[in-house]
């Protein structure tokens, strides 16, 4: 099958430029997340969505976050305006409804400037 | 709060040495472990999971909740075990489940 994947792998910004990272899920997977991996640390959870309800979005910044999940599939999340401490990558992941196991995606990686 | 714990950034051993990961976590309910491995080049995925009670690769890891550890062991590490290894936790139950909380990570480098 195929796995998460994710766009653009790539992104050079200036600060208080806006972006968008796309991601698509493995198919039937209702529970889709979005994390940020600051260089040095583990994956931090954004946003988790259950179909195209957030579940949990405490530690996603919504005042330059902000992120959607349009008919339960497909999701996108946006920075705007970004700062220097955005620079991370971003990694979507997906997995079935009340499964432990995560598929990530391979990433989306920010550098602002 | 919940917390991941991974006392070593970085692990060096040689060939066929026994290799232990570290991992502590600190949490109010009832969590479920696990550890994922990032190779080089490749996307992070699930190595095996406490539940599970599996082997894999070689890799065994037993919770201890008396110790609140999720230690990964191997007794003869090979060059290909050479990873990023991260400690993550999830609530057992709930909405959430799911989510987790993971540790720094641990680079593990296997010598010849």
């Known amino acids: 099958e195929a796995g998460v994947a994710q766009s653009p792998r790539y992104k050079i910004i200036e600060k208080r430029q806006s972006v968008a990272f796309w991601c698509n899920p493995i198919?039937?997977?209702?529970?889709l997340y979005w994390y940020q991996q600051i260089l040095g640390q583990g994956p931090k959870l954004l946003i988790q969505f259950q179909n195209n309800g957030v579940v949990d979005d405490s530690q996603l910044p919504k005042d330059r976050f902000s992120a959607e999940r349009l008919k339960g599939v497909d999701s996108t999340l946006k920075i705007q305006p970004a700062k220097l401490e955005d620079s991370a990558v971003y990694l979507c992941?997906?997995?079935?409804?009340?499964?432990?196991?995560?598929?990530f995606g391979e990433g989306s990686r920010l550098t602002v400037l | 709060a919940q917390r991941v714990t991974q006392p070593e950034k970085l692990l060096s051993v040689f060939k066929g040495a026994p290799v232990e990961l570290k991992c502590n976590y600190s949490y109010s309910g009832s969590p479920e472990l696990f550890w994922y491995v990032q190779y080089s080049r490749q996307r992070l995925q699930l190595l095996l999971r406490h539940i599970s009670r599996e082997s894999i690769k070689g890799f065994t890891a037993d919770l201890n909740k008396g110790e609140t550890s999720f230690h990964l062991k191997k007794p003869f590490a090979q060059e290909e075990d050479s990873a990023m290894y991260y400690c993550?936790?999830?609530?057992?139950?709930?909405?959430?489940?799911?989510?987790?909380?993971f540790g720094q990570g641990t680079i593990l480098t296997v010598h010849p």
């Open positions: 993550a936790l999830t609530n057992a139950g709930g909405t959430s489940y799911g989510k987790l909380t």
């Open positions: 992941a997906s997995s079935k409804r009340g499964a432990g196991e995560l598929f």
């Open positions: 198919s039937g997977h209702a529970t």
